[in-house]
């Protein structure tokens, strides 16, 4: 029976292996996901359990550097850490339209309710002060002659 440091010698071997065997067939993107290499795939045909890819820190050292030069050769896509600064920017400042849009969209909800506001006070000004003009004709009429003007 083998030790643990032999068992981790044997998987970092297969992991060795199996990386060789993918180099020469050329046929990586058929092991990519979601931007990286599918651990379960990986460990599958290594012929051990996906742990051994995160527990064992040769197998995770030489998984980590496949994946860099994967990266640097453009076969995988950035990590989120990788990510230029620009691509960084570009999202805050999207966030920060986005926030612009949603405070002008609410100004401009508010200022037209308001407008609409001001017309319907407008309007009743205007209403009020022809009732004031009838009843001052009113009053002026019952102060020269002592009586009520019909209607």
Same mark, same amino acid.
């Given at each position: 029976?083998?030790?643990?440091?032999?068992?981790?010698?044997?998987?970092?071997?297969?992991?060795?292996?199996?990386?060789?065997?993918?180099?020469?067939?050329?046929?990586?993107?058929?092991?990519?996901?979601?931007?990286?290499?599918?651990?379960?795939?990986?460990?599958?045909?290594?012929?051990?359990?996906?742990?051994?890819?995160?527990?064992?820190?040769?197998?995770?050292? $030489? &998984?980590?550097?496949?994946?860099?030069? %994967? #990266? !640097? +050769?453009?076969?995988?896509?950035?990590?989120?850490?990788? @990510?230029?600064?620009?691509?960084?920017?570009?999202?805050?400042?999207?966030?920060?339209?986005?926030?612009?849009?949603?405070?002008?969209?609410?100004?401009?909800?508010?200022?037209? $309710? &308001?407008?609409?506001?001001?017309?319907? %006070? #407008? !309007? +009743?000004?205007?209403?009020?002060?022809?009732?004031?003009? @009838?009843?001052?004709?009113?009053?002026?009429?019952?102060?020269?002659?002592?009586?009520?003007?019909?209607?």
């Amino acid at each position: 029976m083998a030790n643990g440091q032999q068992l981790a010698a044997e998987n970092l071997k297969r992991f060795e292996s199996w990386s060789e065997e993918r180099e020469a067939a050329g046929d990586w993107v058929d092991y990519i996901r979601q931007g990286q290499l599918n651990r379960t795939e990986v460990a599958a045909e290594c012929g051990f359990a996906k742990s051994v890819l995160r527990q064992n820190p040769a197998v995770k050292t $030489a &998984l980590g550097a496949l994946e860099t030069r %994967l #990266r !640097a +050769e453009g076969i995988l896509t950035p990590s989120k850490g990788e @990510r230029s600064q620009q691509t960084q920017d570009e999202a805050s400042s999207a966030s920060v339209d986005r926030r612009i849009v949603t405070i002008n969209s609410r100004s401009e909800q508010r200022v037209k $309710a &308001l407008e609409e506001q001001n017309a319907a %006070l #407008r !309007a +009743e000004l205007l209403e009020l002060r022809e009732q004031i003009k @009838r009843y001052r004709m009113i009053d002026d009429h019952l102060a020269h002659t002592g009586r009520m003007v019909r209607p």
